[in-house]
Nanobody
């Protein structure tokens, strides 16, 4: 069974940075499109960034551009999300998600929650002074 585990969340001061990790077990992440999402209790889940398999096409939510960097570390079977200039309104649970997309499929990742089949449990990010 596909499993995703996020880590790297925690408490950070406004203006600070965090790097989140999404580690896969029992499958090779490089064969999957990966998305990062966040959710505040009582609100809808928001798509932040994604990275495709194959050519590694990347997309970011317009309102997060400039503050996020997504990347793959295939040697560690991990997808990373670097987040900078964090503000209190960024406080949320951050989750990664995956959908199978072979490298030659040409599939392009997207920021819709409906584009993913497997989800991690999430990691809490709290931005506060």
């Amino acid at each position: 069974q596909v499993q995703l585990v996020e880590s790297g969340g925690g408490l950070v001061q406004p203006g600070g940075s965090l790097r989140l990790s999404c580690v896969a077990s029992r499958f090779t992440l490089d064969d999957y499109a990966i998305g990062w999402f966040r959710q505040v209790p009582g609100k809808e889940r928001e798509g932040l960034s994604c990275i495709s398999s194959g050519d590694g096409r990347i997309d970011y939510a317009d309102w997060m551009k400039g503050r996020l960097t997504i990347s793959r570390d295939n040697a560690k079977n991990t997808v990373l999300l670097q987040m900078n200039s964090l503000q209190p309104e960024d406080t949320a649970i951050y989750s990664c998600a995956a959908t199978y997309s072979p490298k030659d499929s040409g599939y392009e990742c997207n920021l819709s929650i409906f584009g993913y089949d497997y989800w991690g449990q999430g990691t809490q990010v709290t931005v506060s002074s």
